[in-house]
């Protein structure tokens, strides 16, 4: 049975409600703009390796700011990083008003990545901080589940009134629901929660090569490496696939996507508390991470099920809806995907946080867990876009999960060897 009582009984606590507020703007922000993203591709004809760059613009600046960012979020006040990171998503949605081509997308995805940075290192960074002895896996569980929950709301929602009123509408309710998050976090959060390191104790540098020399830590900061290389392709071109290849609607793609969001945002606290109770951690990421693979490996299914499937029409919502067999199939793959989310992203970042406890650099950890991610997240897109231009979209994804596979089998094989050396061997008795 899914606790998602549990999750909203944290919402008792206004501190909790505030960062909740802060994970649905974000993530509702982030949702709508993927979406947006393929309407912009179809409206300007881009190239698969244009279109990389959507993903590219946007991870690069994170990677360039994420360990400066989380090193002075551990030292300085982390609420006043939150309220900066909510006006840079109001500037990126008055930008992206203003577009009149893929340069211009490609500009604002970078302010938007920055603005990005702040709300998720800082969100996570300080739930990780403030929640409670024992249930720190059920708040970060939560707390995702509630991004997971606006995600979902992104999707539907703002697949809408892409659908049926264009961009300028959509942005401005963006900016309404960030607004109110904001007011949350100024009126309920706590000053300065978090940065208790002392900086006098150690260098950035210092701090980040003793978390490196921690073996689970150094497992999970090489697996996102790759991993994040297939991820990424799937988050930026399926719904561009779904698209420019078979002419889904917006409102149509937010149903797609919605089908992963929604067994995220149903399971996702569940397994967050179940990680508490279970332990072992790295297997759930390794069982996500398998599975997240087989559900990428079936998106090309779309283009068999297209045209084998007699397609459903409906009028609804100001004009007729057409689903086919594409639908259907990208509909149950990215599901899949959801799922294994579920699986992986309550229990990693209950890792990140576990290692970092000891030197007092949880926000350092989370942008150890934020740059690797980054690293693929620049190459992958312009990489898989190359494959998609060159070869073919289906090619392309399988590439993606040739991806993840690998970076599941690497997991598996360092994680493994953390946890014996991690073991403390028995001496026999006198």
Request: aromatic fraction near 12%.
């Amino acid at each position: 049975m899914v606790d998602v009582g549990g999750s909203i009984g944290l919402l008792r606590d206004r501190e909790f409600a505030a960062l909740a507020g802060t994970a649905f703007a974000r993530s509702q922000a982030y949702s709508t703009i993927i979406i947006a993203l393929a309407l912009y591709a179809d409206l300007f004809g881009t190239t698969g390796t244009v279109e990389g760059l959507f993903g590219t613009g946007f991870a690069l600046v994170q990677l360039l700011v994420v360990l400066p960012l989380g090193r002075r979020i551990d030292l300085g006040d982390s609420k006043r990083y939150l309220l900066v990171g909510f006006l840079l998503n109001l500037v990126v949605f008055a930008g992206f008003v203003f577009v009149e081509n893929a340069i211009h997308i490609v500009l604002i995805r970078m302010v938007q990545g920055l603005g990005a940075s702040l709300l998720w290192i800082t969100g996570s960074t300080i739930v990780g901080e403030i929640s409670p002895d024992g249930e720190r896996g059920q708040w970060l569980g939560a707390y995702n589940q509630f991004g997971s929950i606006s995600s979902l709301a992104g999707d539907l929602v703002g697949g809408y009134l892409l659908f049926a009123y264009g961009f300028t509408l959509t942005y401005a309710v963006l900016a309404g629901v960030t607004l109110v998050a904001f007011a949350l976090v100024l009126l309920y959060l706590r000053d300065n929660p978090g940065g208790r390191k002392d900086p006098d104790d150690a260098g950035g540098v210092e701090t980040f090569r003793k978390l490196l020399g921690r073996r689970m830590l150094r497992a999970l900061v090489v697996f996102r490496f790759t991993f994040s290389v297939g991820k990424m392709a799937v988050i930026i071109f399926l719904p561009i696939y779904a698209r420019t290849s078979f002419g889904i609607s917006a409102f149509a793609i937010g149903w797609i996507m919605a089908g992963g969001k929604l067994t995220k945002a149903i399971t996702q606290g569940y397994v967050g508390d179940l990680t508490d109770r279970l332990g072992r951690h790295h297997y759930f990421v390794a069982v996500g991470a398998g599975l997240y693979g087989v559900g990428t490996a079936l998106i090309p299914l779309a283009a068999y099920f297209e045209g084998t499937v007699t397609p459903i029409e409906f009028t609804a919502f100001g004009g007729t809806q057409a689903l086919g067999g594409a639908f259907f199939a990208l509909f149950g793959a990215f599901s899949v995907l959801g799922l294994a989310d579920s699986l992986r992203l309550p229990a990693s970042m209950a890792l990140f946080v576990e290692e970092a406890e000891a030197y007092d650099a949880v926000a350092s950890s989370f942008s150890l867990r934020s740059i690797s991610w980054k690293v693929g997240q620049v190459t992958g897109p312009v990489l898989i876009g190359a494959i998609k231009e060159l070869v073919s979209p289906e090619a392309a994804f399988l590439a993606a999960a040739g991806f993840l596979g690998f970076a599941t089998v690497v997991f598996v094989g360092m994680s493994v060897r953390a946890r014996r050396a991690q073991t403390p061997v028995a001496t026999p008795g006198d």
